[in-house]
Structure formats: structure tokens, C-alpha cells
């Protein structure tokens, strides 16, 4: 088996396009099944009072990372075949705190946004709309700001080719860590949970 | 259906027209639905070689705007004109658009199922309609920004880089729940 079955030319364009829709659908479904087309259950995880975004997220990076470590070490996939995003320290640093700040005042990301829409929350079009808002402001600033947004580039690069840690035993850190990030997720609820049932006596 | 469950859940979520009086089922259990968007993941990584995504697809529709109201100004711009291609094709001819249309097809489907579409805005009863989208208005705007400055938002930079061990897609992540947390004491009132 020649894996990924795109890079190695097994359909083209065209049909990679359905393939994206058909992905599209198996992505929205388990985001809603999971809740997270809801701004209150997303928000939540920042309160403490439901950890499912912390859950779901680590369940889905595990599954993943494990079935791709498998699939590799057997010779299936070939793993440079598979789009890294280069890394650019400062951007992504800046990056992920404004959107983390985002996710919390407007309760969605842009995926969980699509899934809001769906099922009819009407907060989720405004965020939508704010989105396109911000992109276009970035869009904007961009040749004002294209200096900061690739600074300090990297390349593409993994945490096991950065830490020179063989994949398989980073693999098997990063699960140790999601099981131990799951037991205390469920602490954490427990005690928060008692702690609003005392407030309200 | 048992009618406690819908005067326990309508409150929550303050409805904005009548609507059938139905139970909405729950919502599956964290890890569970985690497993299968893992699932939904590792198959994009071996039948396409790339990961899932979303804020790109809506650069696509933001550059495609700019490009049709001011052409000149979009092809200047090195940022929209990645979105926009060299012309050949429709911009919107891109995985990334197919992939949202289908999550959002995706996310109906499961809602419908699971009979939890309704027309609703998610907040506490401690702040207004007005303020809510306001707040939504705003977070989405900043979210906008961050995922672009990124290189990508949740979906293609936390998941997709966390379970292929990229290194800025980590660095991204933390800050991404050092940003939320940081920031969660000041919108409480929005959510608690």
C-alpha cells in the first residue's frame, strides 16, 4: 500500500475535491456530536466547568499521531508526503494567543463556527461575519505586517527532529501526557462541580 | 418524551421564536467523539497527505470579495493573491472550500439526528442579546486575525500539527489555551 494515495497520483484534482467534501462531513458530524457547535460548551473548558474541548482534541491528536506512527513504521504512508506547516516562532507565538483570546469572547473557532451556523445559532453568524472581518483586516495590514509574520522561520520541522528524540518514544510521551492530562480533566470537573453545588446551598 | 427534561434545557439556551417542544439528546461522550474525528483525521492524512482545516476556506471567500470589488488592490496584495490563485481556476475550486461545505453539511446532519437544531443564541441569562453579539462580533474578528497570523486556526494548526508533531503548531497551541484562559476572567459574565 502507497500511502497518501493523492501524493502517489491515485485520483486527481477533481475527485480530491469530493474526497474533501466527504472528510467535511465526517469533521462537522463528530465537532456536533462532540457539542462543539454550542459557544457555552466550548467556553466552558475555560472555566473549568466541562473539559470536553481539552478531551476531544487529545483524543483526536492520539488517534491520530498513533495511526500514522503505525502506518509509517509499517511502510504504508510516507510520512514526508504529509504537509507540515512551517514553523515561524513569533507568528505563531502572537498567533495563538490572539486567537486563543478570540476563542473565548466570541466562543467559537472558525471550524465549530460552521458547525454553530448549522444548527441554527444565531450567535454563530455574527462570529462568522466578525471572522471575515478580521481576516480582511489582516488581509489589509498584511504588507505592513508580512515582516513580523515571517520572522524567525524555522522551516518544517517536528518536535522529534528539534528535541533529536526518535518519533516513537515522543509518540509514546505525548500519549503518557494526554492520559494524564484525561485524569486530571475529570478532577478538575469533579471539583468545580462541588464547588458551584456548595455555592448554591 | 418526558417534559422536565425540556423545562430543565430551554432556559439555558434562551430560544428566539417558538419552537417544538422536542428533547434534544446528548451530546456523546467526549472521548468517543474524539476517537472519530481522530479517525476522520488520520484519513485525511493517508488518503490526501494533508491535514483538516477551516479558517482558509473562509480567506478564500474574504480574498474572492476583495478581488471582485477591487481587483487591482487584490493582486497587489500578496495575501489575498495566495487565495486567489493564478486565475485559471475558480478560487472556490479549492479543498479547503469543499471540506467547510461538507462540515457544515456534516454538523447539520448530526444536529438533525440528534434533534438539536434550533434557532438559539448561546449565552448566560447575565448579559443581552446585544452584548452577545457584540462579544461574538469581536472574539470572531480577533480569531480571525490569530489564526491568519498562525498559518492556521484549531483545526489546522492545533489538531492537525499536534497529531503530526509539528513543532509551531505546539507552540501555537499552548498559547492558544494561555490566551483563553488568561482572558476568561473578563468575559465571565458572558458564559457563567
Known sequence: MSAPFFKFGLFGNEVSLIVAFVIGIGFGFFLERAGFGSARKLAAQFYFRDMAVFKVMFTAIITAMLGLFYFSWLGWVDLSLVYLTPTFIWADLAGGLILGIGFVIGGYCPGTSGVACATGKMDGYVFVLGLFFGIFAFGEAFPWIAGFFNAAPMGQITLPQLLDIPYGVLVFFVVLIALGGFLLAGKVEKYFAQEDAGKAL | ?192
Request: hydrophobic share 45%; proline share 3%.
Open chain 2, 1 to 192: 418524551m418526558d417534559p422536565t427534561i425540556d423545562t430543565l434545557s430551554v432556559p439555558k439556551t434562551e430560544t428566539n421564536k417558538k419552537v417544538k417542544v422536542k428533547a434534544a439528546q446528548p451530546y456523546w461522550n467526549p472521548y468517543l467523539s474524539g476517537f472519530g474525528l481522530g479517525l476522520v483525521l488520520l484519513s485525511a492524512f493517508v488518503i490526501m497527505g494533508r491535514g483538516l482545516g477551516a479558517s482558509g476556506a473562509f480567506s478564500t471567500v474574504v480574498a474572492s470579495g476583495v478581488n471582485a470589488i477591487a481587483p487591482h488592490h487584490a493582486s497587489g496584495n500578496a495575501f489575498y493573491e495566495g487565495y486567489l490563485g493564478d486565475g485559471t481556476t475558480s478560487p472556490f475550486k479549492s479543498w479547503l472550500v469543499f471540506e467547510v461545505l461538507g462540515l457544515i453539511i456534516g454538523g447539520f446532519i448530526s444536529g438533525a439526528l440528534a434533534g438539536r437544531i434550533k434557532k438559539t443564541t448561546e449565552k448566560s441569562e447575565h448579559i443581552s442579546f446585544k452584548m452577545r453579539y457584540v462579544y461574538a462580533f469581536f472574539g470572531g474578528a480577533l480569531m480571525g486575525i490569530g489564526a491568519k497570523l498562525a498559518r492556521g486556526c484549531t483545526s489546522g494548526q492545533a489538531l492537525t500539527g499536534g497529531a503530526l508533531l509539528n513543532v509551531g503548531s505546539w507552540i501555537f497551541m499552548l498559547m492558544v489555551f494561555a490566551g483563553a484562559y488568561g482572558a476568561a476572567y473578563f468575559v465571565r459574565r458572558q458564559w457563567l
